[in-house]
């Protein structure tokens, strides 16, 4: 029989905190078992751990359980305090440690959290190193923890913010500037509220901030791009050139133009490919997206002789698709943004700079240059439940058979479990909007009731 993680979802642990498993007894046994795990047959070097974290108030309680957990394995704490996860990825690697770690739930609102794991290459760990660390953490570790001399030391990194401001301005083309662009940038009031508008301020844009003011209850509450009213109302107040939502911590993003219209991650992906494809920069022709994932973004693709490889929803899937395939593009209609030239996870600001750069380059307005294609009609709609899981039961299984007969091959019909929530996501896709109404309509129905 497979074995299944029971805490790791598919982007690390998450839940609400204070609650299992975002409890401090949780993080600390990680902090030890991980700590523990990456040092283990080693050399006897003083071994290190990066720790950040985004804004929620439940970050500081989190972040010392993990700090206490990892010190007494005898690793060593660097703690960046909040920062995007994009950064704790390449900080990791910048500064050799063994492992990177970020405490953050991402878009989910503030009373969740999580904690995202990073190898010493800046990859998030693979499902097996998940179920090795599981496993250690349901056994006695007491008499593997350091000896009183060899318990780790915490230090902080102060210049943090300045190395990954500089990393991803490095990502923009060289000689390139945002000199008489306007540009509204809303960061959720999470990790890159001081670090993301700074770096486009310093490529020569003019900046409006929104969701800059993290008080630890307000991240992604009405704002990020969980939430784009606000970064859509600015951007066609302040007649600005382009508006970017990032989330909570800064490893997905999406676009608002110049008209007010939101650009998602499939017309991101489709841009980015396509310029890059021209300029000789697109590795293999192909890239890397989810089943989520718009039929008219394939369709696109394909036109333009770029092939789309799909993965299972979660970023850390299309990187390791992406690994497979030697791709350097890859992401999730959600807007994470994998382009592995730059970094190793999903990072909105380099994502955001790589469509400026087309902007810049092309002399065109957000509007001519985003809108890479027609979508095909497609709604998604989740239902909260509580114990079984609805989708195993034969009444939901028939109803999306019927469905699929009914969509035939230009559309499709996707349920899930969500990996970070009790929810199941329903998708339905087709070329007549008519038809996804009722199919969904009919899915909702049969799953509401076996619920």
């Not at 995202?116 to 179920?131: H, P, T, V, Y």
């Not at 929104?210 to 307000?218: A, D, E, R, T, V």
């Not at 559309?411 to 009722?438: C, F, H, Y």
Request: charged share 25%.
């Amino acid at each position: 029989m497979k074995n299944h993680r029971l805490l790791f979802g598919t982007d690390g642990i998450r839940g609400t905190a204070n609650s299992d498993p975002m409890t401090v007894e949780v993080a600390q046994k990680l902090g030890q078992a991980a700590g523990l795990m990456f040092m283990a047959g080693k050399d006897h070097r003083r071994h290190q751990v990066l720790i950040g974290k985004d804004t929620r108030l439940s970050g500081y309680m989190i972040e010392s359980a993990l700090v206490a957990g990892f010190l007494s394995a005898g690793m060593d704490v660097i703690l960046v305090g909040p920062m995007p996860t994009p950064a704790i990825a390449m900080l990791t690697r910048s500064l050799r440690a063994d492992l990177g770690v970020m405490i953050s739930a991402s878009h989910n609102p503030f009373q969740d959290n999580g904690i995202k794991i990073f190898n010493r290459d800046g990859f998030k760990l693979s499902d097996a190193q998940e179920l090795e660390i599981e496993a250690m953490m349901r056994s006695d570790l007491s008499g593997q923890l350091a000896g009183n001399e060899h318990i780790g030391r915490a230090v902080r990194l102060d210049d943090a913010a300045g190395r990954y401001i500089e990393h991803a301005k490095a990502s923009f083309p060289r000689g390139c500037r945002l000199d008489g662009l306007k540009i509204v940038i809303d960061c959720a009031n999470g990790s890159a509220y001081h670090v993301a508008p700074k770096a486009l301020w310093e490529l020569g844009a003019e900046v409006i901030s929104l969701g800059c003011k993290p008080n630890g209850l307000n991240i992604n509450k009405n704002c990020g791009s969980t939430h784009p009213e606000t970064l859509i109302k600015s951007v066609l107040e302040h007649k600005a050139d382009l508006g970017i939502a990032l989330d909570g911590d800064a490893d997905r993003m999406l676009l608002v133009d110049e008209e007010g219209k939101l650009i998602d991650g499939d017309q991101i992906l489709a841009l980015i490919a396509s310029s890059w494809d021209r300029k000789k920069m697109l590795q293999n022709h192909s890239i890397v997206a989810t089943v989520m994932s718009n039929m008219g973004l394939e369709q696109f693709l394909n036109d333009t002789g770029i092939q789309l490889t799909r993965t299972c929803v979660g970023d850390r899937y299309v990187v390791e698709k992406m690994r497979q395939l030697g791709c350097n593009v890859g992401g999730e209609q959600s807007g994470h943004m994998i382009l592995s030239e730059f970094s190793t996870t999903g990072d909105g600001l380099i994502a955001a700079l790589q469509v400026l750069a087309v902007i810049i380059e092309e002399g065109k307005k957000a509007s001519e240059v985003c809108r890479m294609f027609m979508p095909f009609p497609q709604k998604l709609y989740n239902i909260r439940f509580n114990g079984k899981n609805p989708l195993n039961t034969e009444a939901v299984k028939k109803v999306v058979r019927d469905a699929e007969l009914k969509l035939g091959k230009e559309g499709r019909v996707l349920l899930r479990k969500s990996g970070t929530e009790p929810l199941i996501r329903i998708m339905v896709e087709a070329k007549d909007n008519q038809l996804v109404d009722l199919v969904l309509q009919k899915l909702k129905q049969v799953i509401e009731n076996n619920i």
